[in-house]
């Protein structure tokens, strides 16, 4: 019994180690290496950004490579702020794109650092400048390509339907004129079953 019971117990910690691996598979992975191109300008993630802002000296690239995390390569600007002792990234978007709510705007950075941060605290804005869009193009133009040749199909389908519909033409029942009522009334004969009642006879 104790061997069957400590088989068991083996088998089920390797399918939970299992199950655990794979769960940290699919989560975004943390921690990416900042590559310094100049002063200004780094290389996260095949992804160029430049120092927008540097408040209180709150740029640290070494900090910002352990926290980085792949959620933040959609973003257009990556923000870090700085509070006991931690660093914090939000990602924003360009003012002009549509897609994203209004809060997720870089406009709305001065209302986020004054909402969610600490009051006064050290922190830095990086841009986007450069990401590689080769997969989005390939797409782009393979549904192009696709929706073109789908427009056509559909055009000339239509134009043959509808050629053929033109060709007969609808026809238009005549209305018959009514007659005038004239100001003596019709009395119409309704049509009565005459009966005898007959009398008994004694």
Same mark, same amino acid.
């Given at each position: ?5 400590e088989?068991? @117990? !083996?088998?089920?910690? #390797? ?6 691996e794979?769960?940290?598979k699919?989560?975004? =992975?943390k921690?990416?290496e900042?590559f ?9 993630? *095949?992804?160029?950004?430049k120092?927008?802002?540097? %408040?209180r000296e709150?740029f640290? #690239?070494?900090? +910002? ?7 933040? #390569? ?7 702020d700085?509070?006991?002792? =931690?660093l ?5 978007? %360009?003012?002009? *794109?549509?897609?994203? $709510?209004?809060? =997720? &705007?870089?406009?709305? +950075?001065?209302?986020? +650092? ?11 804005v ?7 869009? !080769?997969?989005?193009?390939? *797409? ?12 056509? #199909?559909?055009?000339?389908?239509? @134009?043959?339907?509808?050629? &053929?519909?033109? @060709? ?5 029942k005549?209305?018959?004129p009514?007659?005038k009522? $004239? *100001? ?7 049509? @009565? ?5 007959r009398?008994?006879?004694?």
């Open positions: 019994m104790t061997k069957d019971k088989n068991i @117990t !083996e088998e089920v910690t #390797a399918v939970l180690s299992e199950i655990v794979d769960n940290e699919d989560k975004p =992975q921690g990416k900042v310094p191109i100049n002063e200004t300008e780094y290389m996260i993630d *095949n992804r160029r950004y120092l927008v802002a540097n %408040y709150g640290d #690239a070494s900090r +910002l490579g352990e926290r980085y995390s792949d959620v933040l #390569a959609k973003y257009d600007y990556i923000v870090g700085w509070g006991y002792d =931690q914090r990234l939000k990602g924003f978007f %360009y003012v002009k *794109n549509r897609k994203s $709510s209004p809060d =997720q &705007k870089i406009n709305m +950075l001065e209302d986020y +650092l004054y909402e969610y941060c600490n009051f006064g605290c050290a922190y830095f990086l841009e986007c400048v450069d990401r590689p869009n !080769e997969k989005s193009k390939n *797409n782009r133009r393979r549904k192009k390509a696709h929706s073109k040749k789908n427009k056509q #199909a559909h055009i000339t389908e239509k @134009t043959e339907k509808v050629q &053929k519909k033109t @060709t007969r033409k609808p026809e238009i005549k209305k018959q009514k007659e009522s $004239s *100001n003596t009334k019709m009395v119409t004969k309704k049509k @009565t079953k005459e009966f005898v009642i009398k008994k006879e004694d």
